[in-house]
């Protein structure tokens, strides 16, 4: 690996000073299991890596009434075996499981998931589902700003130098909910997304309404909103409804072909896993 | 870049290394002699490179040596007793023919280590989803879960 400065700063402000001082030329790091690795291959190469796993505020999962609160530091195992997770945000749930390994995700955090911005970054579907906010911190004091504005494109995000995430806010579903993320890979561990979808299914004041968003098939994860809007207010989507669906769903998406596979898989796949998602979500909220 | 000390506990008993930042604890261990801990793919697919840090399992070619500092770090031989007896997760291995060529067992007993603390009687699918990031290329996996099975057995009759 290039040789590079470590600072462990042990307070945000401290982090925010380093980061701003040293500008392109630094990289903040969570659990660093994309970092050290993009590094290694010399995708990047910062002279100095900023350590964040020091700083109290960035650790921790929290249900607060307005929602929850996942803090930069907090590893997709924290992120799954939290109760609250559990209970109101199940789709988020899937999607740290179905990341990497138990080893790796030891060490993931769902901060960092995002901030790689990768286009099959498992958690991001499920994130757009529950209408995550971003919590950033920076020399010019604190902001935030939807996922869907953050990220820009294939590993770009709206940050500038000396800004860091603090964590991500979900708020709560208002109204009994279900949800899942179905991810289609070569095999069970260890892989990257084919195709990565998040559903999520609310009785809320208007009825039913259904939110569903994509990975892995166009530059940014991406909701379908038609596709959504169809839904709306139906409990029990009969076969005719799906097929509309997942026709809205294969519009709102643009895959590419690549190593993984080919445009033509991608979208009958969206296609199919559109209405498995859907169903499950229903079935969910059905046994409750 | 200039060596910093790092002072941490490695199998009970407290270590100072000498490291560059870049560093990895997997090559750092291996620098000194830890050399149950294996290196394969250098990029955190293989598993081969296990540590338990603070009694969690990790990859240690994604760890920094220096993020170590004041924390413990459990390796295979940190498992095997002080008369040399192998611990009841080895010893299992050993008798269930969960080795082949072995460059995957020590991190295939730190996994099972870890996993059997957590959920002492784990499913079939649960010890399939725990060692997933463990992988064997002699594919020698249906020993892989008998020695996991056996082991949770033998610590079982120790408790």
Same mark, same amino acid.
């Given at each position: 690996?290039i040789?590079f ?23 903040? $790091?969570?659990?660093g299991?994309?970092?050290l ?6 995708l ?17 999962v929290?249900?607060?009434?307005d929602g929850?609160?996942i803090g930069a ?8 075996e ?8 199940p789709?988020?749930r ?14 993931a955090?769902?901060?960092?998931n995002?901030?790689?911005a ?15 906010t ?7 004091g ?13 590993r770009?995000k ?17 109204? $009994? ?8 890979g070569?095999?069970?561990a260890l ?9 999520v ?14 990975? *892995?098939?166009?530059?940014t ?6 596709a959504e809007k ?8 009969d076969?005719?409804?799906?097929? $509309?669906v997942s ?12 190593v993984r *596979? !080919?445009?033509?898989y ?6 199919e ?16 | 870049?200039?060596?910093?000390e790092?002072h941490?506990?490695?199998?009970g008993?407290?270590v ?7 560093t ?9 002699g830890?050399?149950?801990?294996k290196? !394969?793919?250098?990029e955190g697919?293989?598993?081969?490179c296990?540590?338990?840090?603070d009694?969690?399992p990790?990859k ?6 220096l993020e ?7 390796? *295979?031989?940190?498992?095997?007793g002080?008369?040399?007896k192998l611990?009841?997760?080895?010893q299992?291995f050993?008798?269930?023919?969960g ?10 007993v730190?996994?099972?280590?870890a996993?059997?603390k957590?959920?002492?009687d784990?499913?079939e699918?649960?010890?399939r ?12 996996y ?15 009759d120790q408790?």
């Amino acid at each position: 690996m290039i040789a590079f400065e470590l600072e462990r700063p042990r307070s945000l402000q401290e982090a925010i000073s380093i980061l701003e001082k040293f500008g392109s030329r630094a990289m903040p $790091k969570a659990g660093g299991t994309d970092l050290l690795m993009w590094m290694k291959d010399r995708l990047v190469t910062p002279e100095v890596v900023v350590d964040l796993s020091l700083i109290p505020d960035l650790a921790g999962v929290n249900l607060s009434k307005d929602g929850l609160r996942i803090g930069a530091m907090a590893t997709c195992t924290e992120v799954l075996e939290s109760a609250a997770v559990e209970d109101h945000f199940p789709a988020l749930r899937d999607a740290c499981l179905s990341h990497s390994d138990w080893l790796i995700r030891n060490r993931a955090t769902v901060v960092g998931n995002v901030c790689s911005a990768v286009p099959s970054g498992d958690v991001m579907p499920a994130l757009y589902c529950y209408d995550a906010t971003i919590r950033i911190v920076g020399p010019r004091g604190e902001r935030s700003i939807p996922i869907n504005k953050f990220i820009l494109g294939p590993r770009k995000k709206d940050m500038i130098a000396g800004e860091i995430v603090t964590h991500v806010f979900l708020p709560l579903p208002e109204g $009994k909910s279900s949800g899942c993320y179905l991810k289609l890979g070569r095999r069970n561990a260890l892989d990257l997304a084919q195709v990565g979808v998040a559903c999520v299914a609310i009785d809320g004041k208007n009825g039913r309404e259904y939110r569903l968003a994509y990975g *892995a098939v166009a530059p940014t994860p991406v909701r379908a909103l038609e596709a959504e809007k169809a839904l709306q207010g139906i409990k029990a989507p009969d076969d005719a409804i799906l097929e $509309k669906v997942s026709a809205l769903a294969k519009e709102a998406v643009k895959p590419i072909s690549d190593v993984r *596979a !080919g445009v033509e898989y991608r979208l009958a796949m969206v296609g199919e896993l559109t209405k498995r998602a859907i169903d499950t979500c229903v079935e969910r909220l059905k046994e409750e | 870049m200039t060596k910093r000390e790092v002072h941490f506990t490695l199998n009970g008993r407290s270590v100072t290394y000498e490291v560059e930042p870049r560093t990895t604890l997997l090559r750092a261990l291996r620098h000194h002699g830890v050399t149950s801990v294996k290196r !394969g793919c250098e990029e955190g697919e293989c598993g081969t490179c296990t540590v338990l840090l603070d009694g969690v399992p990790v990859k240690s070619c994604t760890v920094l040596a220096l993020e170590v500092e004041g924390r413990s770090v459990l390796t *295979a031989e940190g498992l095997v007793g002080k008369d040399g007896k192998l611990h009841p997760v080895q010893q299992a291995f050993v008798e269930e023919g969960g080795i082949q060529c072995g460059f995957c067992t020590p991190g295939m007993v730190l996994t099972t280590y870890a996993l059997l603390k957590k959920n002492p009687d784990p499913s079939e699918d649960e010890i399939r989803l725990a060692l997933a990031g463990n992988l064997c290329r002699c594919t020698g996996y249906a020993g892989i879960f008998r020695s996991v099975k056996r082991a949770a057995e033998l610590l079982k009759d120790q408790a």
